[in-house]
């Protein structure tokens, strides 16, 4: 999930000659190889460790991820610097720490983390599990016992290791077009590099020290707090801080209550102001009022016997509606950026580009800029990557997943594989397009449609796991895909080797193939994964195996009504996009996003109290102090995040040897009440 940001080339190549003004000493650009160090790759393994642990965390949770590239920044700087300074006190002569350096770990830890998204592991993967088979019903039309396929560490990690690096092979030769000549902004890979370029300068330094000393603080305050409420959560699900009634017991039945979770509030902090409110309107719309009314036509809209869970009673409204909403927003931002990137390109090609520059900038500070900007492309075209050696890896790694995939999955064919290699990169272009333009990745809406495609041309016979292991082949591609043109981006800010960028995204990727898989497992083996009474309710992987099913079966097995309300907020999903992009900046600032809205439909309203409890606190800090605000909301929310997942490490190694918490704190009505 983005937002869209305009940042113009004058203004990023301003930043830039500020930023190099103010550096502490005139150092040589080191070799791409030198950016590439030991301590660094140490680092970002560390880092990328405790990122793909946060981010399993939140896929299991509630769905969603906010980015952490400015976290992975700021503890990257914190920790080569603090070995740095270790070692020259103790009197070694050591390497200077660079920005290059700096950039390279920040890629790598990406590039790591991100696996634990685009594998699919939260998602297209743990669909295919028996618990989510289980819970929409063993008798429920499409849905075979066949289609069943528990993790394992061992095929998981070989489908990350076939599917992973493709997508760095399918637009490295694009890099130049995409970066220099369609001048693409990436809002966040320049706001990164802004970042990473202020850390090196001697303003920059000392606000970094104050934002990692800020961000320790929460990380132990966060830490310790979970450790704490840890000891009152008891043996189930209804014990402790996460099941704290704080608006009172009518509300607790409905899901509206505060559970004092770090992560969430560091989320809201995180997040835009639109997005936390979104969600939490989704909340209330739905658990305060949909969801009731609905029950009140138990025993005529659906049998009033079913079980909470049953898709046939109000658990398949909660699914399917959610559903509508997400497809709507997804299917409405694809044609938006489609749209963009054809418009953008059809204007390239009828005329030159120019550079916007501002009109009131001197000639002395124009040639400036024009010399800074000309640094910068030949930093970028000095290392590049062969033609010939991206497209033999595509082509490559290609055969070798075509003919592995099939022995993972034998239900998806290996033409089939083979005939989404061959529209991938296609793919791939239009999200990188989009993301560099809008900010917007719409990876999991590639892997929607691949799903839908690839399950109704299997059929009955296999089509769900031929379609689930389809989304998350596309998922992979064009994730990676648009994240190395980002860090291209960011490299080229930084002045950083194009070459030395595509190494660290590989071995960021090698890392995250082992990485990712391991962490997701350490959570399946120490965590009731799935339940729908638990805290890793895996939501996203009920939603993906409904949406497998529909592909082949279609709507007949719906709720009565349930049809006619998903096509409702399929519409309303369509307008309201349509509305925040239709009208002026000043009231479409106001207008909810869909796909927020749509996640608290089925999880429940708890995490969006937490995230607009975050939402609140930076809105307060902003009114007050908005300089503070601008220099710590980050990281003070990358703490609180960090904390809570560095717990969750613990956590799970007392659950693995069956170590129940000491106290279970329970609340229920006064006697005679």
Same mark, same amino acid.
């Given at each position: ?14 930043? $830039?000659?500020?930023?190099? @003004?103010? %550096?502490?000493? @005139? ?15 140490? #680092? ?23 980015? +952490? ?6 503890? /990257? ?68 016992? %066949? ?43 320049? $706001? &990164? $590099? ?42 189930? *699900?209804?014990?402790?801080?996460? *099941? ?65 869970? @049953? ?29 963009? &990137? ?40 000095? @290392? ?14 290609? $055969? ?5 995939? =099939?022995?993972?999955?034998?239900? +998806? ?13 296609? +793919? ?25 495609i690839i399950a109704s041309l299997v059929g009955t016979d296999g089509g769900v796991i031929a379609g689930l292991a389809a989304c998350g082949v596309m998922m992979s591609i064009v994730s990676t895909a648009a994240d190395l043109m980002q860090d291209f981006k960011t490299g080229y800010l930084t002045l950083s080797s194009a070459k030395s960028m595509f190494v660290s995204q590989l071995l960021g990727t090698a890392m995250g193939c082992v990485i990712a898989p391991l ?18 309710? #895996? ?19 719906? =709720? ?11 519409? #309303? ?48 800090? %902003? ?28 956590? #799970? ?7 129940? =918490? ?9 006697? /005679?009440?």
């Amino acid at each position: 999930m983005g937002t869209e940001v305009e940042v113009s080339e004058p203004l990023i190549e301003k930043i $830039a000659a500020v930023n190099d @003004d103010e %550096e502490e000493a @005139d150092q040589p650009i080191p070799e791409w190889k030198d950016q590439i160090t030991i301590r660094g790759l140490v #680092a970002s393994a560390i880092m990328g460790t405790l990122f793909c642990i946060i981010t399993h965390k939140l896929n299991l949770t509630v769905g969603i991820i906010p980015s +952490l590239n400015v976290a992975a920044g700021l503890l /990257g700087f914190f920790l080569v610097k603090s070995w740095t300074s270790f070692w020259s006190k103790l009197g070694f002569s050591i390497k200077p720490f660079t920005r290059q350096e700096n950039t390279v770990i920040q890629t790598c830890v990406v590039a790591c983390y991100g696996l634990a998204f685009s594998g699919g592991f939260g998602s297209s993967l743990l669909a295919m599990d028996e618990r989510t088979y289980q819970l929409i019903g063993a008798d429920y039309p499409g849905n075979r016992a %066949e289609d069943v396929k528990n993790p394992g560490l061992g095929w998981m990690i070989g489908f990350v290791v076939v599917v992973s690096f493709l997508g760095l092979f399918s637009l490295v030769p694009l890099r130049k077009v995409m970066i220099l000549d369609y001048k693409l902004t990436y809002p966040s890979g320049t $706001a &990164t $590099a802004m970042l990473i370029n202020s850390f090196h300068t001697n303003t920059g330094a000392e606000l970094a020290g104050k934002q990692v000393r800020c961000l320790g603080k929460y990380l132990s305050i966060s830490f310790f707090w979970s450790c704490f409420k840890w000891f009152f959560s008891g043996v189930g *699900n209804s014990c402790g801080f996460d *099941n704290f009634p704080s608006f009172g017991l009518t509300l607790f039945k409905n899901t509206f209550y505060f559970d004092f979770s770090p992560t969430y509030v560091g989320c809201g902090l995180i997040c835009p102001h639109i997005v936390n409110c979104s969600v939490l309107l989704g909340a209330i719309i739905s658990w305060g009022f949909l969801w009731p009314f609905i029950s009140q036509h138990a025993g005529d809209w659906y049998p009033a016997d079913l079980g909470s869970n @049953d898709f046939k009673g109000l658990y398949g409204y909660k699914v399917f509606i959610a559903i509508s909403l997400i497809l709507g927003d997804g299917l409405y931002n694809l044609i938006k950026i489609i749209a963009i &990137t054809v418009k953008e390109m059809w204007n390239r090609s009828t005329k030159d580009s120019k550079l916007p520059f501002v009109n009131d900038i001197q000639d002395t500070e124009t040639s400036k800029l024009l010399l800074e900007q000309k640094e910068r492309e030949i930093v970028f075209l000095k @290392d590049g990557i062969p033609t010939w050696f991206a497209a033999s890896g595509y082509v490559g790694l290609a $055969a070798i997943s075509t003919a592995t995939i =099939p022995t993972i999955f034998p239900p +998806l064919k290996w033409y089939l594989v083979l005939c989404s290699y061959l529209i991938a990169p296609a +793919l791939a272009f239009c999200n990188s397009y989009g993301t560099g333009l809008t900010d917007w990745n719409l990876a999991s809406t590639y892997g929607k449609i691949g799903l839908f495609i690839i399950a109704s041309l299997v059929g009955t016979d296999g089509g769900v796991i031929a379609g689930l292991a389809a989304c998350g082949v596309m998922m992979s591609i064009v994730s990676t895909a648009a994240d190395l043109m980002q860090d291209f981006k960011t490299g080229y800010l930084t002045l950083s080797s194009a070459k030395s960028m595509f190494v660290s995204q590989l071995l960021g990727t090698a890392m995250g193939c082992v990485i990712a898989p391991l962490t997701f497992w350490m959570y399946w083996t120490a965590f009731d994964i799935g339940s729908p009474d638990g805290p890793y309710k #895996a939501p996203y992987a009920v939603i993906f195996r409904e949406m497998a099913i529909l592909g082949i079966e279609g709507f007949s097995e719906l =709720p009565k009504h349930c049809l006619a309300l998903c096509c409702g907020f399929f519409v #309303a999903a369509l307008v309201i996009n349509l509305l925040r992009d239709a009208t002026p900046t000043k009231i479409s600032r106001f207008i909810p996003v869909p796909m927020a809205m749509a996640v608290p439909f089925y999880i429940g309203a708890y995490f969006a109290i937490d995230m607009f409890v975050g939402t609140v606190i930076l809105f307060i800090w %902003e009114l007050v102090n908005r300089k503070d605000s601008e220099d710590y909301a980050g990281a003070v929310a990358s703490g609180l995040i960090c904390g809570d997942g560095i717990w969750t490490i613990p956590s #799970a190694i007392l659950s693995i040897f069956r170590v129940n =918490p000491p106290v279970c704190m329970y609340f229920g009505p006064a006697d /005679g009440s």
